[in-house]
């Protein structure tokens, strides 16, 4: 074969590739300094929650499950920051529900957990694509405009969440 062929065998196979990955479907993968991506999940107590609604609020969100250990153990510091937290705040807790046993186990936790803050079920793990969540918990700092100004991997104390928001 000659190097002419070798060369056309070679872009062909380039131009094949880049279609294909053209067509691959893009992950909103959302950092600090982008906005918030929008959406709508049922919460634990069936109403529906838009995350746009909550534009003009400091919204603090983060995504658990009821069997991460990490989670359990954030769960009081949560409560406790959520008692705590002023007017301006939301704290929304985004339950991984489509990685669960069944979303009645997860509403028996919060019950039993006494969780009062909005948990929004992801059932289909939709937000959880949306988000690029590799691990848990995770927590975002999202500011009144809907920008992120924070994402947390790993565990938050109720006293790391106020010295985040105190400086919004």
């Known amino acids: 074969m000659n190097k002419k062929r070798c060369y056309q065998i070679i872009f062909f196979l380039f131009l094949i590739i880049g279609v294909a990955l053209s067509n691959v479907p ?29 534009k003009g609020k400091i919204v603090v969100m983060n995504f658990w499950t009821t069997w991460c250990t990490y989670c359990q153990e954030e769960i009081s510091e949560l409560q406790t920051f959520y008692k705590e937290k002023g007017e301006d705040v939301e704290l ?33 793990g939709e937000v959880a694509k949306k988000y690029n969540i590799i691990g848990i918990p995770t927590t975002f700092i999202i500011d009144k405009k809907g920008m992120i100004t924070k994402k947390i991997l790993g565990p938050v104390t109720a006293d790391m969440l106020q010295q985040l928001i105190d400086q919004l």
């Open 26 to 54: 893009k992950v909103s993968a959302v950092n600090e300094g982008e906005k918030a991506s929008d959406f709508t999940l049922e919460s634990n107590s069936n109403k529906s929650i838009r995350l746009e609604d909550l």
């Open 92 to 124: 929304i807790a985004v339950n991984l529900t489509s990685s669960e046993q069944s979303k009645q186990g997860v509403l028996q936790f919060i019950n039993q957990s006494n969780i009062p803050f909005i948990v929004p079920m992801d059932v289909n």
